[in-house]
């Protein structure tokens, strides 16, 4: 996020339908045969540990009407700092060296059960569900990603939260060999967030394990990301190895890095500019002209509750 880069990445050669549906099997083998050839021609990554789609994807009504971004955008431009702060080709350059299988993820803090749980146990969780979510980049660019994903609230009633837990915090995975960016010394790593656990428990936030009916690309965040559809794509931590229950505000990786740039609330507001970056307008990837940024991201409806009687522009 410290790098500005011209967006010059090239309109995709894959169309996002054709893939989709190849994916959820509407299309016979031979065309099916024919969409991984293309997916491999165009350097797309070998899925981490699922070897097959997910089945049975439930659809969401939060899903958003507009087109997916092509798998190759959304796998091809990324920010996955761990992976260095050289653009946004690096992730998917170098993420594939990452080990996402045995995976566990452990549940802690202020808790009743403690939990840790392989990622196979995770996707027991609750029935998965094909999310289709806008995603805006602080950087000023949004995409939108059809995720494979749960509620998190499923996940976080496992462990029975005590009374006093006011807000959840995510650690994300640290693998020094697989990971050059953690060398560099912009942000103290490991990358954490956190949120309130209101927003934890909202119905919008997810944990993905896919993307376009598969396990998520390393360079995603396979095999578990968070994403808060209606904050900054930084909220959405990626790879994520803990989740802690506390009772005070979690010091977030940005938030501690520039704390003027990046509040801990992160809530997508087109009327507070970050200070290098306007938030009025977006370029959606793939799209030439710019879009008017939606308060919340276009989730208003479902989330400004959530912070009624707020100042936002002090709690940005
Ligand atoms: N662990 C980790 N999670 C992360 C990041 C990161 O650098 N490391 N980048 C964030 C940012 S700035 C964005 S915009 C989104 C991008 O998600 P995507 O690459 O899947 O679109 O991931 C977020 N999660
Ligand atoms: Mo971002």
């Not at 949120?195 to 993307?211: K, W």
Request: aromatic share 12%.
């Amino acid at each position: 996020m410290l790098i500005k880069r011209p967006d010059d990445i090239a309109p995709s050669e894959i169309t996002p339908q054709a893939l989709f549906e190849g994916r959820r099997g509407f299309i016979k083998a031979a065309g099916a045969t024919a969409l991984v050839g293309a997916a491999l021609a165009a350097g797309l990554p070998r899925r981490a540990w699922a070897n097959g789609k997910f089945a049975d994807l439930q659809k969401s009504p939060y899903s958003v009407l507009e087109p997916p971004n092509s798998l190759r955008d959304i796998t091809t431009y990324n920010n996955f700092v761990e992976f260095g702060f050289g653009g946004k080709s690096q992730p998917a350059e170098r993420a594939g060296a990452m080990r996402t299988h045995p995976w566990t993820v452990g549940i802690e803090g202020l808790v009743q059960k403690p939990r840790t749980l392989a990622i196979e146990d995770v996707l027991k969780i609750a029935p998965l569900e094909e999310r289709i979510y806008r995603l805006r980049c602080v950087e000023g660019w949004s995409m939108v990603i059809p995720w494979v994903g749960f509620p998190l609230n499923a996940l976080l009633k496992q462990v029975e939260p005590l009374g006093n837990a006011k807000y959840v915090e995510f650690i994300t995975q640290m693998e020094p060999a697989a990971m050059p960016g953690l060398r560099l010394p912009y942000i103290d790593f490991p990358y954490t967030e956190g949120l309130r656990l209101d927003e934890a428990m909202h119905p919008l936030t997810i944990m993905a394990v896919g993307l376009y009916g598969d396990a998520l690309p390393n360079q995603n965040g396979a095999p578990l990301r968070l994403v808060v559809p209606w904050k900054y794509g930084f909220k959405s931590g990626k790879s994520i190895v803990k989740i802690r229950f506390t009772d005070k505000q979690p010091q977030t990786a940005w938030n501690q890095a520039q704390p003027d740039e990046y509040g801990f609330y992160a809530n997508v507001n087109p009327d507070v500019s970050h200070p290098r970056w306007s938030q009025e307008k977006e370029r959606r990837i793939g799209e030439f002209f710019k879009r008017k940024t939606l308060p919340f991201n276009g989730y208003a409806d479902q989330v400004a509750p959530l912070y009624a009687g707020m100042d936002l522009r002090k709690f940005y």
